[in-house]
């Protein structure tokens, strides 16, 4: 479990912290580190700290990346501090607690981490070459728990995949057709289809790129009978040959071809 400490480097957040790390979960710490009874952070060598304060709106809102549960220790602590100077200690005790809540409540989770916690099942990524290399250059952490990065699989694999999987998640319009003929539910992350005909059905959801949006889409369709009947002409005899002609019928013709049939000859020719 990963946590976040606010006041971590006082008395109470930094025993809790220590017990955090001791029980195996990985522990980040927000902390302004202001002069008195503090922690050496050293001391906490596997925590992560951020030197931060919790009125600071930007500081606050970075900190709870990632974070499944808020430990939120910060305060301005002793009677006579409040006294003297009542204005800081209500932004640090009740604006600064604000803070940390609204953050914690309009952060994103990203769709296959809150799946995974939501649903309990492995979340199993294809992962495109292209895609790998923009995960590296963003930094993106893909290590999460549940999350299972594949390298690209071959067509019967991936199809295997397909027909035993809970719901699928794609912006394939392959995968939508497939899914269908299987039974198994999808979601689209595109806000538009070429296969009209799955989300008539009622096979297949548009749920855009938005994670909440997402998450909701496939709770919504794996909570629903699959009942649907695919569209016919996914189940119709010779699809292959079928769309083997449709392509070269609206096939153009290349400089050769266009030069060779300029003087009246025919292939055989």
Not at 125 to 146: A, L, Q, Y
Not at 220 to 246: H, I, Q, Y
Request: aromatic share 6%; hydrophobic share 40%; glycine share 8%.
């Amino acid at each position: 479990m990963r946590t976040l400490v606010t006041g971590g480097a006082g008395f109470i957040g930094s025993n809790l912290a220590h017990q955090l790390i001791k029980d195996g979960h990985a522990v980040t710490i927000l902390d302004n580190f202001q002069p008195g009874r503090r922690i050496n952070p050293k001391s906490i060598k596997a925590a992560m700290f951020i030197e931060g304060d919790v009125r600071d709106k930007v500081a606050v809102e970075a900190a709870p990346k990632g974070a499944d549960v808020i430990f939120y220790l910060a305060a301005s602590v002793r009677n006579r501090r409040s006294i003297d100077m009542p204005t800081d200690g209500a932004q640090t005790n009740i604006l600064a607690t604000i803070n940390i809540m609204e953050a914690a409540r309009t952060r994103q989770v990203p769709a296959p981490e809150e799946l995974h916690r939501r649903f309990g099942l492995p979340v199993i990524i294809s992962f495109h070459p292209r895609t790998r290399t923009k995960v590296e250059e963003f930094v993106v952490d893909i290590t999460s728990s549940g999350l299972h990065f594949l390298a690209p699989m071959g067509f019967f694999d991936f199809t295997k995949l397909e027909k035993n999987a809970f719901s699928t998640l794609s912006c394939s319009g392959t995968v939508q057709h497939v899914a269908c003929i299987f039974g198994v539910v999808n979601v689209t992350i595109r806000d538009a289809t070429e296969r009209p005909e799955t989300v008539g059905c009622g096979s297949n959801i548009l749920a855009g790129d938005d994670p909440v949006n997402i998450v909701n889409a496939v709770h919504l369709m794996t909570s629903r009978k699959r009942n649907w009947f695919p569209p016919p002409e996914c189940l119709a005899p010779l699809v292959a040959e079928t769309g083997c002609n449709l392509l070269l019928s609206q096939r153009l013709p290349d400089a050769a071809e266009i030069a060779w049939r300029s003087r009246g000859l025919s292939p055989a020719s």
